[in-house]
């Protein structure tokens, strides 16, 4: 199976810029989704973005697109979430995950087999 470890996460300023990173071990992730969701207090997990290594698909959430970029490097099987003019309202704890099903249910975290730690995102103004 996949083993999914975190690491990026910390304390920026509104504006700001902060890189997640998720290094995957176990079962190579190239033939999974991979994602990254968030999520605060009171509220569901929601998706933020997601990449499919083969063919390369590529999808964001609408209040992260044109801030947050999505990659691989498929030599260190790590997936990273660059975030940019980061805001309050980016707080969270994020979260990587890889799963198998199809590209369709990409933003359904319900549909996700592994999940990192989580990682605590603070943006301050």
């Known amino acids: 199976q996949v083993q999914l470890v975190e690491s990026g996460g910390g304390l920026v300023q509104a504006g700001g810029s902060l890189r997640l990173s998720c290094a995957a071990s176990g079962r190579t992730f190239r033939t999974y989704t991979m994602g990254w969701f968030r999520q605060v207090p009171g509220k569901e997990r929601e998706f933020v973005a997601a990449i499919r290594w083969n063919p390369g698909f590529v999808d964001y959430a609408d209040s992260v697109k044109d801030r947050f970029t999505i990659s691989t490097d498929t030599a260190k099987n790590t997936v990273y979430l660059q975030m940019n003019s980061l805001e309050r309202e980016d707080t969270a704890v994020y979260y990587c995950?890889?799963?198998?099903?199809?590209?369709?249910?990409?933003?359904?975290?319900?549909?996700?087999?592994?999940w990192g730690q989580g990682n605590q995102v603070t943006v301050s103004s």
């Open positions: 995950a890889a799963g198998s099903r199809g590209w369709s249910t990409r933003s359904a975290q319900t549909k996700y087999d592994y």
